[in-house]
């Protein structure tokens, strides 16, 4: 069985610019989550998809952050313009239906660092 | 809102040395919770969860964890630590059904164990 997979893996931009993440999930996975990872730190939960729906995104930086998951399958995390504040690992996550509580299944990360 | 706090960012064990590490989650009712494992550059794995009434719970590669209500804890041990068990190891929880972060995880700070030959 495939894992998530998540693109690119390193990114390096200068403050202002634009980037964008990109998360494949398990196959038949309904929820998918973003997380962010800053060094040193445990990861914090951006925005929750079920299928093509937001659950959550209280803790997602609307001002510079937005992300979809048009098709209920994979999803795009964009960052515009970027801060050196939003330098992390980003972590993408996906589980077959959050109301079971279960295992959340991984990437390895995108890590992106602003200069 | 749910948190969990990690005692020591750092632990370090000699191979072979039981390894214990600290988790206590702030919550007036029991929630779910939950251990994970990050190796470097890679994405976090679940070692193990308690979901149910079982409070001792028993997970992968020899990691087991107990649920203890009087003292808010789920403490992660390892009897025999092994080098490969070199990782950072992320506490996490969840609301149960009806909460409001239902659904959803949230970490600690994470601890990051070094096992010495």
């Known amino acids: 069985e495939a894992g998530v997979a998540q693109s690119p893996r390193y990114k390096i931009i200068e403050k202002r610019q634009s980037v964008a993440f990109w998360c494949n999930p398990i196959s038949g996975h309904a929820t998918l989550y973003w997380y962010q990872q800053i060094l040193g730190q445990g990861p914090k939960l951006l925005i929750q998809f079920q299928n093509n729906g937001v659950v959550d995104d209280s803790q997602l930086p609307k001002d510079r952050f937005s992300a979809e998951r048009l098709k209920g399958v994979d999803s795009t995390l964009k960052i515009q313009p970027a801060k050196l504040e939003d330098s992390a690992v980003y972590l993408c996550a996906s589980s077959l239906n959050f109301q079971v509580p279960g295992e959340l299944f991984f990437g390895e990360g995108s890590r992106l660092t602003v200069l | 809102a749910q948190s969990v706090t990690q005692l020591g960012s750092h632990v370090s064990v000699s191979e072979g040395a039981l390894v214990l590490l600290r988790c206590n989650y702030s919550?007036?009712?029991?929630?779910?919770l939950f251990w994970y494992v990050q190796y470097p550059n890679q994405g976090l794995q679940l070692l193990l969860k308690y979901t149910s009434a079982a409070t001792l719970v028993k997970g992968i590669n020899g990691f087991e964890a107990e649920f203890k209500k009087s003292e808010t804890s789920f403490h992660l041990t390892k009897p025999s630590a092994h080098m490969s068990d070199a990782a950072e190891y992320f506490c996490a929880v969840s609301d149960r059904a009806g909460g409001t972060s239902y659904g959803k995880l949230t970490f600690g700070q994470g601890t990051i164990l070094t096992v010495h030959p």
């Open positions: 919550s007036s009712v029991p929630p779910y």
